[in-house]
T-cell receptor
Framework: QKEVEQNSGPLSVPEGAIASLNCTYS??????FFWYRQYSGKSPELIMF??SNGDKEDGRFTAQLNKASQYVSLLIRDSQPSDSATYLC????????????WGAGTKLIIKP | DAGVTQSPTHLIKTRGQQVTLRCSPK?????VSWYQQALGQGPQFIFQ???????QRGNFPDRFSGHQFPNYSSELNVNALLLGDSALYLC???????????FGPGTRLTVT
């Protein structure tokens, strides 16, 4: 059973600090990794994707991938109250064909 | 550039009834995936359509069926509704050249 694991939280971070969200996956054949943000009652919104080992930066967001350790993380710099949401990790692998395997999400709360 | 659209936004049905949900993909996308998301969980893959055919299916019973039209829009049909079918139904579209999926606003289905 291919799995994607996330800490459900809530993760509470002061405004202006760095929020660090983690995701581990079980399938070593995983190739594509996605971070989605989901506000309560809304649909998921794609914020980052990463395919290669290392870091990928986009504005205040940095995705980090370590295939040897089978984890992917999302860093949010200068956290704002509007970043408060649930962050979902999704993984695509050859073994899952075209299917994305999803974590249950980490709830992030940014305290003003 | 129109994003992914879904209709209706909300729906209330009675146990045993049938429901049809609709999705139009983002411009330039030809692949549509359907997900079910229960409260507090990640999206669960139902199936994916490409070139008017079901390309892959998740662990959902045959009561869940779908269709894709020549203009790439798609329908999700659920027969013999159960109380447990109450959830947010999400449609996501993608292009054949990358794996990023973009979600519509979702349809909130309540079965009473």
């Amino acid at each position: 059973q291919k799995e994607v694991e996330q800490n459900s939280g809530p993760l509470s971070v002061p405004e202006g600090a760095i929020a660090s969200l983690n995701c581990t996956y079980s399938d070593r054949g995983s190739q594509s990794f996605f971070w989605y943000r989901q506000y309560s009652g809304k649909s998921p919104e794609l914020i980052m994707f990463i395919y290669s080992n290392g870091d990928k930066e986009d504005g205040r967001f940095t995705a980090q991938l370590n295939k040897a350790s089978q984890y992917v993380s999302l860093l949010i710099r200068d956290s704002q109250p509007s970043d408060s949401a649930t962050y979902l990790c999704a993984v695509r692998s050859l073994g899952s064909n075209y299917q994305l395997i999803w974590g249950a999400g980490t709830k992030l709360i940014i305290k003003p | 550039d129109a994003g992914v659209t879904q209709s209706p936004t909300h729906l209330i049905k009675t146990r045993g009834q049938q429901v049809t949900l609709r999705c139009s993909p983002k411009s330039g996308h030809d692949t549509v995936s359907w997900y079910q998301q229960a409260l507090g969980q990640g999206p669960q893959f139902i199936f994916q359509y490409y070139e008017e055919e079901e390309r892959q299916r998740g662990n959902f019973p045959d009561r869940f069926s779908g269709h894709q039209f020549p203009n790439y829009s798609s329908e999700l049909n659920v027969n013999a509704l159960l109380l447990g079918d109450s959830a947010l139904y999400l449609c996501a579209s993608s292009s054949p050249f990358n794996y990023e999926q973009y979600f519509g606003p979702g349809t909130r289905l309540t079965v009473t």
